[in-house]
């Protein structure tokens, strides 16, 4: 069975600092991977997709950015957090899908990371 | 571009009755997917029900069924006899291309 992990499941972090979270998928292969923000009480807000190695698409600017340097691994990454960058980060995976980038496949969301920017 | 709007930010159930969650969406893409997941406390993402734009049928998940209807641009949830477990975030989202927009969601309490 598949299985999707995130770490770390809280953060909390300093203006300025650099931030990296990691996303890991196990029991599938070349998976779409994806991550999101979501601030509290709000929606989730799609940050980043990924539909293979070194391919990554993102969907809002912002200062942070993602990479995936193996097949399973997805990793959110941040030079100088803002205070605005808090919230709760999920990573989802859904079966690979090149043209629709999952459109016609649901997404399986990790435990997510509570990320708290003082 | 998308959008999704979900205008109950909270819903009171009582056990063992049914509750409709509402829906709507705006794309201009031809080709589309709805979804709905359900976010307890925890905050966990969990998939419940699928509907494609070119299903001819309401998708239908054991308690849950997707009522679509795709002229009005509706894909509103339907949670039939409501478990005090049902209590949660509840998101639609539209997937298109590579697009994926989710709504602000719909907190639902099931009254014992």
């Known amino acids: 069975s598949q299985t999707i992990h995130q770490w770390p499941a809280t953060l909390v972090q300093p203006v300025g600092s650099p931030l990296s979270l990691e996303c890991t998928v196990e029991?599938?292969?070349?998976?779409?991977l994806y991550w999101y923000r979501q601030a509290a009480g709000r929606g989730l807000q799609l940050l980043f997709y990924?539909?293979?190695?070194?391919?990554i698409s993102s969907e809002v600017p912002q200062n942070l950015s993602a990479s995936r340097p193996q097949d399973r691994q997805f990793i959110l990454s941040s030079k100088k957090l803002l205070l605005s960058d808090s919230g709760f980060y999920l990573c989802?995976?859904?079966?690979?899908?090149?043209?629709?980038?999952?459109?016609?496949?649901?997404?399986?969301f990790g435990p997510g990371t509570r990320l708290t920017v003082l | 571009a998308q959008k999704i709007t979900q205008t109950q930010p909270g819903m009171f159930v009582q056990e063992k009755e049914a509750v409709t969650l509402d829906c709507t969406y705006d794309t201009s893409d031809p080709s589309y997917g709805l979804f709905w997941y359900k976010q307890p406390s925890s905050g966990e993402m969990i998939f419940l029900i699928y509907?494609?734009?070119?299903?001819?049928q309401n998708a239908t998940e054991g308690r849950y069924s997707l009522n679509f209807q795709k002229a009005r641009k509706s894909a509103n949830l339907v949670i039939s006899a409501s478990q005090l477990g049902d209590s949660a975030m509840y998101f639609c989202?539209?997937?298109?291309?590579?697009?994926?927009?989710f709504g602000t969601g719909t907190k639902l309490q099931v009254i014992p």
């Open positions: 989202a539209s997937h298109s291309l590579g697009k994926v927009t």
């Open positions: 029991g599938t292969s070349n998976p779409n």
């Open positions: 989802a995976w859904s079966v690979y899908d090149l043209g629709a980038a999952g459109m016609n496949n649901e997404q399986f």
């Open positions: 509907q494609g734009s070119y299903d001819q």
């Open positions: 990924s539909v293979g190695i070194g391919q």
